[in-house]
């Protein structure tokens, strides 16, 4: 009879003991994974975060570099167009003058050139509706923003004899912009779905092993005690 409480009580110490080291060893494992998932979100939120200002500042240089070789071609083709108009304002040959405004308007940004001679008034124009067209002035139902337009003077023999202005548009460096943003944000989409099926892959790592781990404690503790008390 005495042995039978004895048994009984070293069994009811085995077990308190076990479930006191397993709920110990838990919260320390509960602890432990909250910190390591903690650190697993932050660091790929990192990484993207940086990828992202990468990726913004580069299209930010991209437009610049755009532009700036965009203005490069709309300048040397003013340069060409003045000096050749400048003859034909000065000869008055208006007829000579689409062919040249045909071929100045190879630029795809080009939306229209106008040539107005020495007293302001229209010798000649070219735009595009949607192909390119030329006649003596650009229709009022043509919109054209003057903030987008270069413009200069025909000289001949460093004598003024009319004006040359050039129209153009950014649509081709916005789709080029807007499709390199499109292209970021998928790769944003498919960084995080990588790294949301790799965390979680890990979450559930580490839960099956935390209970396999207290799991193994709990037996592994009544057993010792068994042999120890």
């Known amino acids: 009879m005495t042995e039978s409480k004895n048994n009984k009580k070293r069994y009811t110490i085995s077990f308190k003991a076990s479930v ?9 494992l509960t602890i ?12 790929p939120e990192l990484i993207i975060s940086t990828f992202e200002h990468y990726q913004k500042k580069s299209l930010e ?11 490069n071609n709309l300048n040397a083709n003013l340069e060409i ?5 400048a003859d034909f304002l ?7 003058l689409p062919a040249l405004l045909k071929s100045c308007m190879k630029i795809d940004a080009v939306t229209a050139i106008k040539v107005i001679d020495a007293k302001g008034k229209p010798f000649g124009a070219s735009w595009r509706n949607p192909d390119i067209t030329t006649g003596s002035n650009i229709p009022e139902d043509i919109k054209l923003d003057e903030s987008l337009s270069i413009v200069g003077d025909a000289l001949y023999e460093n004598d003024k004899v009319g004006i040359v202005r050039i129209y153009f548009n950014k649509d081709n460096i916005n789709q080029q912009i807007d499709s390199r943003q499109e292209k970021t944000k998928e790769a944003i989409e498919q960084f995080h779905g990588l790294f949301s099926t790799s965390i979680n892959k890990s979450i559930r790592s580490q839960v099956i092993i935390s209970a396999l781990i207290v799991i193994a404690l709990i037996f592994t503790t009544v057993i010792c005690l068994n042999i120890i008390v």
């Not at 240089?61 to 203005?71: A, G, I, K, N, P």
């Open 20 to 28: 006191a080291c397993s709920i110990i060893v838990l919260l320390l």
């Open 32 to 43: 432990s994974s909250a910190i390591s998932i903690k650190l697993q979100f932050s660091v």
């Open 61 to 71: 240089e991209d437009s610049s570099r755009l532009e700036q070789s965009l203005m």
């Open 81 to 85: 167009c003045q000096s050749v108009a």
């Open 90 to 96: 000065y000869n008055w040959q208006p007829d000579s």
